[in-house]
């Protein structure tokens, strides 16, 4: 069976992108400065509605549920890298955040701003790699993408106000009465007015340039 145009590269863009992508996160943690906007959701939602099950159960039901949403929207952004993000990503935060640990366990706060600065750009840069691959995105990452196609705005602002709703819902959650869920830091606000540009700028300085370049040589070789 014939593999499908630039199948390599984006499966690689894919792979490193997810690892990536998670070793940002076992940062962003370690950096103690809040989580991520999609985290303060869910563990605002779970702290208060949830705590009938474990936080990897309901993480997993609302990733399911939000699945389901996005092939009902549009299936073509569910791919390869949805289900590594799935079941990959998980392990790979435990691991760099033990290893982050083991290697500075009592950061003073200058370390910290570096692994929240670290954390940040490696998300960023992360997210445009398996976004631009094509091989299929995260159930969270998929909303704002389809939005931005269908109505035609633009990217960085639909995420921009995609990740505010999830800190506004984790936030009112949390005011309510949420058990075991933390208040937005500042990590969380950076990311969530800074990751919608940064994952453009890389799209449009890296992302997209490296992939066409791969189609050119896979052109020049098949000519």
């Known amino acids: 069976m014939k593999l ?14 997810v690892m990536l992508c998670s070793i940002a996160v076992g940062f962003f943690k370690c950096s103690l400065f809040g989580v991520d906007p999609f985290q303060c959701f869910a563990m605002g939602s779970w702290g208060r509605f949830g ?20 092939l009902f929207l549009d299936r073509h952004y569910i791919g390869i890298a ?16 033990h290893t982050i640990t083991n290697l500075c366990p009592n950061p003073s706060l200058p370390v910290r701003v570096v692994f929240l600065a670290v954390g940040v750009v ?11 691959s ?24 639909v995420r921009i106000s995609s990740d505010l709703v999830c800190v506004a819902i984790g936030t009112a959650c949390v005011l309510a009465g949420a058990v075991g869920a933390p208040l937005p830091g500042l990590g969380t606000i950076i990311t969530a007015f800074f990751m919608g540009p940064l994952v ?9 340039p490296l992939l066409e370049r791969c189609r050119a040589r896979e052109a020049q070789n098949a000519g």
């Open 4 to 17: 499908p145009e630039t199948f390599r590269p984006r499966l690689a863009m894919t792979l490193v992108g």
């Open 51 to 70: 705590q009938m099950l474990s936080y990897g159960t309901y993480y997993t039901v609302l990733s399911l549920v939000m699945l389901a949403v996005d």
């Open 82 to 97: 949805t289900f590594i993000n799935l079941f990959l990503t998980g392990y790979v935060v435990d691991f760099s955040q």
């Open 122 to 132: 490696l998300m960023c840069f992360s997210s445009s790699l398996y976004m631009t």
């Open 134 to 157: 094509d091989l299929g995105v995260s159930v969270y990452d998929a909303i704002p993408i389809v939005i931005s196609n269908r109505k035609g705005w633009p990217f960085k602002f």
């Open 200 to 208: 453009d700028f890389f799209n449009r300085t890296f992302s997209r």
